[in-house]
C-alpha cells in the first residue's frame, strides 16, 4: 500500500465552476476525513466517514460543498459554484476506526479559484 | 478551537536536540496528546502520541508533565529535513463524534539551521 492518494495535485479554475477531487484512503482503513488548508493556518475539519457513512460534516462545508463515499472506498469532494475563497489546499486522511494511531494524510490537493 | 498553545516559530542548530513546548492545561483524563509535523507542500505527518507516560519511537521523543498540562516533544538530533510546521493536539479516545477529530492550531514553525 502507497498511502493515501488524491488527486489532482493542482487544480486552478474560474470561478463559478465546479470542480471534484478524489482521495483513495489506506485499503483497510475504514475512516476518511477532508481537511481544508489556507495559508499560515493548520488543517480545518470539514467532514469524515465511517465506511459509506458521513457522519459529521463541520459547520465551514457549505451547501456548495458535496463529499461522497459510495461503496467505502474511495471518496470524492465536490465543490460547486467556486468562489475565490474556496481557495486552499483540500487534504484527505484515512485511519481505522479504532485503535490509538493517528491519522495517515495525503499529499492534498491545492484548489486555486481565479 | 484548537486546546492547545504552541510558540509561533522556534529555531535549532543542525545536530542539536529540538525541544518543542506545548501547554494543554485543559486536557481531560482521557485526552491523549498528539504531535504532527507538516512539512512544506506535504500534508501532516504522524509523530508520536502519549496519555501520561512518557513515549519514545524512531522519531522523536514525547515527554509529558506529571500533571498533563503540558508537554515537550523532542528531536534528539535536528537536521535540516526536520525544518516543519509541529502541530501538538488533544484528542479524546471518543471515536464517535468530533471528539474523536484532529482539531490543529496554528503550531510552531521549527527552523533547523546548519
Known amino acids: 500500500d502507497t498511502g493515501v492518494s488524491q488527486d489532482p495535485r493542482h487544480k486552478i479554475t474560474k470561478r463559478g465552476q465546479n470542480v471534484t477531487f478524489r482521495c483513495d484512503p489506506i485499503s483497510e482503513h475504514n475512516r476518511l476525513y477532508w481537511y481544508r488548508q489556507t495559508l499560515g493556518q493548520g488543517p480545518e475539519f470539514l467532514t469524515y466517514?465511517?465506511?459509506?457513512?458521513?457522519?459529521?460534516k463541520s459547520r465551514l462545508l457549505s451547501d456548495r460543498f458535496s463529499a461522497e463515499r459510495p461503496k467505502g472506498s474511495f471518496s470524492t469532494l465536490e465543490i460547486q459554484r467556486t468562489e475565490q475563497g474556496d481557495s486552499a489546499m483540500y487534504l484527505c486522511?484515512?485511519?481505522?476506526?479504532?485503535?490509538?494511531?493517528?491519522?495517515?494524510f495525503g499529499s492534498g490537493t491545492r484548489l486555486t479559484v481565479v | 478551537d484548537a486546546k492547545t498553545t504552541q510558540p509561533p516559530s522556534m529555531d535549532c542548530a543542525e545536530g542539536r536536540a529540538a525541544n518543542l513546548p506545548c501547554n494543554h492545561s485543559?486536557?481531560?483524563?482521557?485526552?491523549?496528546v498528539y504531535w504532527y509535523r507538516q512539512i512544506h507542500s506535504q500534508g501532516p505527518q504522524y509523530i508520536i502520541h502519549g496519555l501520561k507516560n512518557n513515549e519514545t519511537n524512531e522519531m522523536a521523543s514525547l515527554i509529558i508533565t506529571e500533571d498533563r498540562k503540558s508537554s515537550t516533544l523532542i528531536l534528539p538530533h535536528a537536521t535540516l529535513r526536520d525544518t516543519a510546521v509541529y502541530y501538538c493536539?488533544?484528542?479524546?479516545?471518543?471515536?464517535?463524534?468530533?471528539?474523536?477529530?484532529?482539531?490543529f492550531g496554528k503550531g510552531t514553525k521549527l527552523s533547523v539551521k546548519p
Open positions: 486522511a484515512s485511519s481505522l476506526a479504532m485503535g490509538e494511531r493517528g491519522y495517515t
Open positions: 493536539i488533544v484528542r479524546g479516545m471518543n471515536y464517535g463524534g468530533s471528539q474523536g477529530n484532529l482539531i
Open positions: 485543559t486536557i481531560s483524563g482521557n485526552e491523549y
Open positions: 466517514f465511517q465506511n459509506e457513512a458521513q457522519l459529521e
